[in-house]
């Protein structure tokens, strides 16, 4: 019987390339996104739906982009506009560590806690008659290239993130995979990857998602 995950995050999600200017709007291929480069290592057994959205943080509007870039808005919307689901992977945090929102790494945690509320509840459970989640930890932000300057403090509190991830995770009781273990992001702008991390990221979250 075929699965289907479904892989909630921002623009790493999305497939966005490092940038090198404000205001790029491109796009990697199917070829290259870390989510249907897991989906084409998992096989034909497991369908794929794509969520990501350049900007989404874990529960925080955006003064510019607009209030959909509240990640729980999001994943409400996807949920009911998807499914049934068998698997929820989530990243996100990175957007969340940009200096107009000032989140510090419990407040980031706070609003993953949040989406795991939302996706672990009775209601979405039913709907989707029941899922298993993977939380990823983003990679570190480096404070460098395109996006420096929206970004003071982020590399630190990135760094810390993986760890405290993990153990929201534990304490939930769902699967976890450090990203930052396997890539990290372009120097071009501190935020994205490039087309090979792309590549090895979704080879090991495939394995992690074979493993549960």
């Known amino acids: 019987m075929t699965k289907t995950v479904m892989t909630f995050g921002d623009s790493n999600t999305y497939g966005t390339p ?3 200017a404000r205001g790029e709007y491109r ?3 199917p070829q290259t996104r870390w989510p249907t480069v897991m989906q084409a290592a998992l096989g034909d057994s497991w369908d794929l739906v794509e969520e990501g959205l350049p900007g989404r943080t874990t529960n ?3 003064p510019v982009m607009g209030a959909h870039m509240d990640g729980q808005l999001g994943l409400r919307i996807a949920l009911e506009s998807n499914g049934p689901i068998d698997l929820l992977v989530i990243m996100l945090g990175t957007n969340d560590l940009q ?4 989140a510090t790494v419990d407040q980031v945690v706070g609003g993953l806690a949040g989406l795991l509320a939302i996706a672990r509840s009775e209601p979405y459970q039913q709907r989707h008659e029941g899922f298993e989640i993977l939380l990823i930890a983003p990679p570190l932000v480096l404070e460098q290239g395109t996006f420096r300057e929206g970004l003071l403090g982020a590399h630190e509190k990135s760094r810390d993130l993986p760890f405290a991830i993990a ?3 534990d304490h939930w009781g769902v699967s976890f995979l450090d990203a930052g273990a396997h890539i990290k992001p372009s120097p071009l702008d501190g935020v994205h990857f ?3 991390d792309h590549v090895t990221l979704g080879h090991a979250v495939a394995v992690k998602i074979e493993a549960m």
């Not at 200096?99 to 000032?102: E, I, N, V, Y």
Request: hydrophobic share 40%; glycine share 6%.
């Open 60 to 62: 925080r509007a955006d």
């Open 99 to 102: 200096t107009l929102h000032a």
């Open 194 to 196: 490039e087309a090979e």
């Open 27 to 29: 796009r990697f291929g």
């Open 18 to 20: 490092p940038a090198h």
């Open 167 to 169: 153990q929201l995770a």
